[in-house]
């Protein structure tokens, strides 16, 4: 059919919907980052009653939905709307629409989230997958709100409760502002409210904002090691070393072991001041070092192993003890994120390759030899070369990147492939380490 053979109102309507067809798909594909900054806003004992009244009938309803999900074998949100919204509004008659609602997408996503870890389970522990514990929430819960329930203007922020409105008056630090204003594109999304252990009612607001667009430059391609004992390993020869992680994780484990072999109240009271004191710790150090990264000059790309199946290994029981216990205190996935989301705001793409073969693999010759690597050192048995063995796997993680590249037809490498600029195999390559003393110092 053609433009004449249609009427012109017609042929309006079908561009329209074109167009709007168009605008919807580039929507459904956009990415987006979010941040969050906790405020704690000053209420009166009435209002802070008011939030607890809220936080049990909201974890009620949470258990009433992810139940009536789990029974009937379902995760539609639709579905649970239609059965269970009638009975959730008898048994928490006080509770906002809106609540409820945000109440019943979280449990949706928590049985869907249960659904996988019990199917994973059943694969290699069927009793234990029956055995385990369905999601529920108490009544000291953290409630999501969304625009519907939550609102900030300016300073002022009010959401729902089961009494009434609150309105109170927020300060948020000025260097979030700073760093994530609206000219940018970020914008207040919901929160997340709650009350800690000490009483104290928090608030965690969310922005949101659409992922930057990379711009790409002429810069290096460096690949990046993680590891145990040296937490990042850069092709250039650069180690930040986890020397003070591992003896602050030994430390807390053994402060731990030693209070709860005791467990008296005094003991017990130590427990909760120092926890979270590790964590806190590992989160600051990946924070210094993503951001040292992510300033880098010269530098486009990042290349780092995919990961992703480190769990999975432990899960199918495929490494020891002592293996396992490694995986568990590895933060690897934080600093992932972490480095991710910092470079993306800087112009500079983090690429993922397979990790296979790439600490055994030698860095000039491409020869796979397990008997090469010695601790913390690569001699290759076939061509001589000899060097660090984190420096040599993150030379293997970049060149297989530029391997890719130049297969599928990218960008164009601006590094040599394993050789040095005169030709000559490099067998030693050029760094220092962020503890090394200068050139020419005794």
């Not at 300060?171 to 104290?200: C, L, V």
């Not at 731990?256 to 008296?264: I, M, V, Y």
């Not at 600093?335 to 470079?343: D, Q, W």
């Amino acid at each position: 059919m053609t433009a004449d053979a249609i009427s012109p109102v017609t042929f309006c309507l079908l561009q329209f919907n074109c167009v709007f067809l168009k605008e919807l798909l580039e929507t459904c594909y956009v990415t987006y980052m979010r941040r969050s900054i906790t405020v704690f806003p000053k209420l009166t004992d009435k209002e802070v009653s008011a939030i607890v009244e809220t936080g049990k009938q909201y974890a009620r309803a949470f258990n009433m939905a992810s139940e009536c999900l789990i029974n009937n074998s379902s995760t539609s949100k639709r579905f649970l709307h239609n059965v269970q919204y009638g009975r959730i509004k008898d048994e928490c008659p006080s509770l906002p629409t809106g609540l409820v609602q945000c109440a019943r997408d979280v449990a949706v996503e928590a049985v869907k989230t249960w659904n996988v870890k019990r199917t994973k389970l059943k694969q290699k522990h069927p009793k234990k997958a029956e055995r385990m514990k369905r999601p529920s929430m108490k009544e000291k819960c953290t409630m999501r709100y969304d625009v519907r329930t939550v609102t900030l203007r300016g300073s002022q922020l009010t959401f729902s409760t089961c009494d009434k409105r609150i309105k109170t008056i927020i300060t948020i630090p000025e260097f979030f502002g700073e760093r994530y204003s609206s000219s940018e594109g970020w914008k207040f999304k919901g929160a997340n409210i709650g009350i800690d252990k000490k009483r104290r009612v928090f608030v965690n607001l969310i922005y949101e904002c659409p992922d930057y667009e990379i711009v790409e430059n002429d810069g290096k391609i460096v690949g990046l090691d993680r590891g145990v004992y040296n937490i990042v390993t850069t092709s250039e020869g650069v180690h930040y070393g986890a020397k003070d992680a591992r003896r602050v994780k030994r430390k807390y484990n053994y402060v731990r072991s030693g209070l709860q072999e005791k467990g008296t109240r005094s003991a017990k009271r130590r427990l909760v001041s120092i926890s979270g004191c590790e964590k806190r710790f590992v989160h600051d150090q990946n924070h210094c070092i993503s951001k040292k990264l992510a300033n880098t000059d010269d530098v486009s790309v990042y290349v780092l192993e995919d990961l992703s199946s480190m769990n999975m290994l432990r899960l199918k029981g495929k490494s020891n003890k002592t293996m396992r216990k490694w995986i568990s205190n590895w933060s690897y996935s934080d600093l992932e994120f972490k480095l991710t989301y910092k470079c993306q705001k800087n112009g500079i793409k983090v690429e993922f390759v397979d990790a296979r073969y790439t600490s055994r693999k030698c860095s000039v010759c491409k020869t796979i030899d397990k008997a090469s690597r010695n601790g913390n050192r690569y001699t290759c048995r076939h061509c001589g070369s000899s060097m660090h063995a984190d420096v040599n796997a993150a030379i293997n993680i970049r060149d297989n990147y530029i391997t890719r590249a130049q297969k599928s037809g990218q960008a164009a490498v601006n590094q040599p492939y394993g050789w040095g600029a005169r030709g000559k195999p490099e067998t030693e390559p050029l760094g220092q380490t962020l503890t090394s003393k200068p050139s020419g110092s005794s």
